[in-house]
């Protein structure tokens, strides 16, 4: 399990995405006030705020947690290569969440004053994350391609 070199870029892909659960995704600044983008939730300074985006904090607890149980699914490879797949999906997911989110923050802000926008370095993680599961897949298929080869020799 761990000498195959897809459970590295899984793992890996994990530890990007925990990156993206921990940090804030964007701060908006308008007239000294500051909103911080998290992934479970906006925060500002003394300000109640309408609704939460929880949507996209489940979205990336499920594609940070995804990659970790695909690694233990190694004697089921095909059904890792399928896992993979939903788990770029869920990145994409994860990106067009993360843009609508700063675009509605951005939008009711816009309306008070100058917004001054600022992505932070975990709006970027899913983007990281994409390569790295890629690369899985192309492992993983390989070794079911050498699997089935060596079924044939037999």
């Known amino acids: 399990m761990i000498q195959r070199i897809q459970t590295l870029y899984l793992m890996v892909a994990t530890l990007v995405m925990v990156v993206a659960l921990i940090f804030p995704i964007a701060t908006l ?12 939730g906006f925060s500002a300074e003394g300000a109640t705020l309408p609704h939460l985006p929880l949507y996209m904090g489940i979205l990336l607890a499920i594609a940070t947690a995804l990659p970790f149980v695909i690694i233990f699914l190694y004697k089921r490879r095909m059904v890792q290569f399928r896992l993979c797949g939903v788990e770029l999906a869920l990145l994409v997911g994860a990106l067009i969440f993360e843009a609508v989110y700063c675009y509605i923050a951005f939008d009711a802000l816009n ?9 932070g370095f975990a709006a970027f993680m899913p983007l990281v994350a994409i390569p790295f599961v890629a690369l899985a897949m192309k ?16």
Not at 111 to 119: D, H, M, T
Not at 139 to 154: A, H, M, N, T
């Open 29 to 40: 600044n308008a007239d000294g006030n500051e909103l911080v983008i998290k992934a479970f």
């Open 111 to 119: 309306a008070v004053g100058a917004v001054e926008l600022s992505l």
């Open 139 to 154: 492992g993983i298929l390989r070794d079911e391609l050498l699997v089935r080869s060596l079924d044939r020799i037999r």
